[in-house]
């Protein structure tokens, strides 16, 4: 039985959570600096109900990473999302249906694979959002309008 799904994110979006350095180096910083330290907090996945929470993670990779998940695992049938060398989720596909387990082994819930790539999506989106509320400038660095421009990011527009 499939359930509804959501990704939600955690992070006060202070000093504490981004890592923002002057204007200089926002403008000239690559895209995995933008992607693995500018934003940390837990992620939420809501399915059917039931709750997940992660550790505190890069929440920009934890994002991507999700989604170049669910594009192996069309494929593959079977896709571990791994951070920090270790499995945070494990998700299975028969049909058009996921099974996700946490990083305990713990059934977090079923959902449509369709359904998860839509929050993924509007996970990203959010999270790009969010940072350019924070601090405008970030809009000056390529990784950043790249993927504001991918992800129809409202601050893009």
């Not at 997940?52 to 999700?66: E, R």
């Not at 170049?68 to 593959?76: H, T």
């Not at 249906?97 to 929050?119: P, Q, T, Y």
Request: glycine share 8%; with cysteine.
């Amino acid at each position: 039985m499939s359930g509804h799904v959501e990704i939600e994110f955690e992070s006060s979006l202070k000093h504490d959570d981004v890592f923002l350095p002057h204007l200089g180096s926002i403008i000239e910083a690559p895209g995995w600096v933008v992607r693995e330290r500018w934003i940390l907090g837990n992620v939420l996945l809501t399915v059917g109900g039931q709750a997940y929470k992660t550790g505190k993670v890069a929440l920009i990779d934890f994002g991507l990473s999700l989604r170049f998940s669910l594009d192996d695992l069309a494929v593959s049938k079977k896709e571990d999302l791994v951070f920090d060398g270790q499995v945070e989720m494990s998700m299975h596909l028969t049909g058009d249906d996921i099974a996700i387990r946490g990083h305990d082994g713990r059934v977090v819930g079923h959902c449509k694979l369709a359904d998860l790539v839509k929050s993924a999506f509007l996970f990203v989106q959010d999270i790009l959002s969010k940072l350019v509320e924070v601090d405008s400038d970030v809009l000056l660095n390529e990784a950043v309008k790249s993927l504001c421009r991918e992800f129809d990011a409202p601050s893009w527009k």
